[in-house]
């Protein structure tokens, strides 16, 4: 956590006059790969996931995801770790704040008073032929309103840039995960998965009620092939 | 014995240098043990892990709900005269998975799956799946049941009572059709949960963190659980899932529930109910 490294690439936005300006640049680029995610110190009450209604459109897209790899592998093992960095881009056409702070502890929780937050997740996946898994540990980055320096704005156009690793371990593969993408040159991309959340005592335990977003859509054209190597070299 | 070895399916291992005859501890995932001999010799053996049982979740019952429902991110509303732009107009289900707290293990003391992380006890499912009907088909003197024809020599019309028989099959019904398909939402919901891969209970039984997996229940099962949820919707909603079998979208409210038309609806044309075809 303390070699979390945060670099401000993008001119101050209350120093431009026009939102039209920031259009196109980065926002921030974050270095997080020497944070380690740890679980926070609650339990989770409840879990919300948004409805869908049948008939209605979906909700606009919000973010565009590219990922790049850092290092040169094109063949991963489960021992190996994996470098990269994921941009999330706003493709909408309204402002959007999003969570950047990755210390659960700078939210300054009271801990006599309830909170809420916006936090992001962010995994690595692989996917081929619809099937998919999930690389290694997630980012989680967490936001608050009433803690602005948490919080990106990103203008219409602006994306952020994180940089990060994890060891590519699959925690749960199955069957037909396997046969579409072991040893098959299968897709490297970023899931990013928004939620809000309110954290609350009750009975001296710190409870988080969750409740999600809808997802934004994965865009996959500039994203790198990878494969998973998962058989021995004899098989 | 100079080492205790398991590897699961996807090449995650565990090690004990113990020179234990027996290696215990609770098991959560399958593999391979191999045990190595002083001698140099090895012998495996697998881990067969049986899954728990019952802890698939059933479908909760259907819940009718008023005007100003809201569902993700639409309000259901009455809204009047009813045009043509869509049949949601009339009426709408939604499907809101959802789940109470759950206890995990933290990470396994010893054994085959020494660290390895999993679900204590399956959560409450709070899932909710709410249908919403107008009210302008309360009763057969809405201005809606009022504009509906009787059927005439040039044109097949719908009465507001096989209207309203239709949106309820539609949203509401668990049947099958002459094809085996579900005639209704609520049926694609029931039908999807036998999916392990699209019920959250089935994913709670499943679900192992490893020693590795740092935010395993803060952060991990409620992240998975969402793709899980994703996997639900593409049952009940639409064709997200193109490799699951679909039914697709249950017959209209102008079809019986094998598909055949029915007759027309009188939609609400500028503002207003056309007149009725001689």
Not at chain 1, 173 to 185: E, G, L
């Amino acid at each position: 956590m303390s070699q979390l490294r945060i670099k401000i690439i993008a001119i101050s936005i209350l120093s431009l006059s026009s939102a039209l300006l920031l259009s196109g640049q980065e926002a921030i680029k974050m270095n997080l790969s020497h944070y380690k995610l740890s679980e926070p110190p609650f339990v989770i009450a409840e879990t919300r996931f948004p409805g869908k209604a049948i008939g209605f459109p979906n909700p606009p897209t919000l973010f565009a995801i590219s990922v790049k790899m850092l290092s040169h592998k094109k063949v991963l093992g489960p021992e190996d770790v994996i470098s990269y960095e994921v941009s999330i881009k706003n493709v909408s056409n309204a402002p959007i704040d999003v969570p950047i702070e990755p210390d659960f502890n700078k939210l300054g929780f009271d801990q006599n008073e309830s909170i809420s937050y916006r936090i992001m997740d962010i995994d690595m996946e692989l996917n081929r032929d619809k099937a998919s898994l999930v690389l290694g540990n997630a980012i989680r980055l967490y936001g608050m309103a009433t803690r602005p320096s948490t919080l990106v704005h990103l203008m219409s156009g602006q994306w952020i840039t994180l940089e990060g690793r994890t060891r590519a371990y699959i925690r749960n593969s199955s069957d037909n995960a396997r046969t579409h993408i072991f040893n098959q040159p299968s897709l490297l991309q970023a899931e990013i998965i928004m939620s809000k959340a309110e954290l609350t005592r009750n009975n001296g335990e710190l409870q988080q009620h969750l409740f999600f977003e809808d997802a934004p859509q994965i865009q996959s054209g500039k994203n790198p092939e990878i494969t998973f190597r998962i058989a021995k070299s004899s098989d | 014995m100079k080492k205790w070895k398991f590897e699961d399916a996807d090449k995650n291992v565990v090690i004990s240098s113990s020179s234990s005859p027996s290696w215990a501890g609770t098991a959560v995932k399958g593999g391979t043990i191999t045990v190595t001999m002083n001698d140099g010799s090895a012998r495996s053996t697998p881990l067969i892990v049986t899954p728990r049982t019952g802890w698939a979740f059933q479908p909760v019952a259907v819940q009718q709900v008023g005007d100003g429902f809201i569902c993700g991110n639409v309000t259901f509303q009455t809204v009047k005269p009813i045009d043509g732009s869509s049949e949601s107009l009339l009426g709408a289900a939604c499907l809101q998975p959802g789940f109470g707290p759950f206890k995990y293990s933290g990470s396994i003391a010893s054994g085959p799956n020494a660290g390895y992380q999993y679900i204590l006890q399956q959560p409450q499912d709070t899932t909710q799946f709410p249908v919403w009907y107008s009210h302008e088909l309360d009763n057969n003197t809405t201005d809606f049941c009022l504009a509906q024809c009787p059927t005439s020599t040039t044109a097949r019309q719908l009465s507001c009572d096989q209207i309203r028989s239709n949106l309820v099959r539609h949203e509401s019904s668990q049947g099958l059709n002459t094809s085996n398909n579900e005639t209704g939402h609520y049926g694609q919901y029931v039908d999807g949960l036998k999916d392990d891969e699209a019920n959250l209970g089935i994913a709670f039984e499943t679900i192992i963190g490893l020693p590795s997996d740092t935010a395993f229940s803060t952060v991990t099962v409620p992240d998975q659980m969402k793709k899980v949820r994703t996997k639900l919707l593409a049952h009940v909603f639409d064709k997200l899932g193109q490799t699951i079998s679909d039914p697709g979208e249950p017959p209209g409210l102008s079809y019986d529930a094998n598909g055949n038309f029915m007759g027309f609806i009188n939609f609400a044309v500028g503002g207003r109910y056309p007149a009725c075809p001689n």
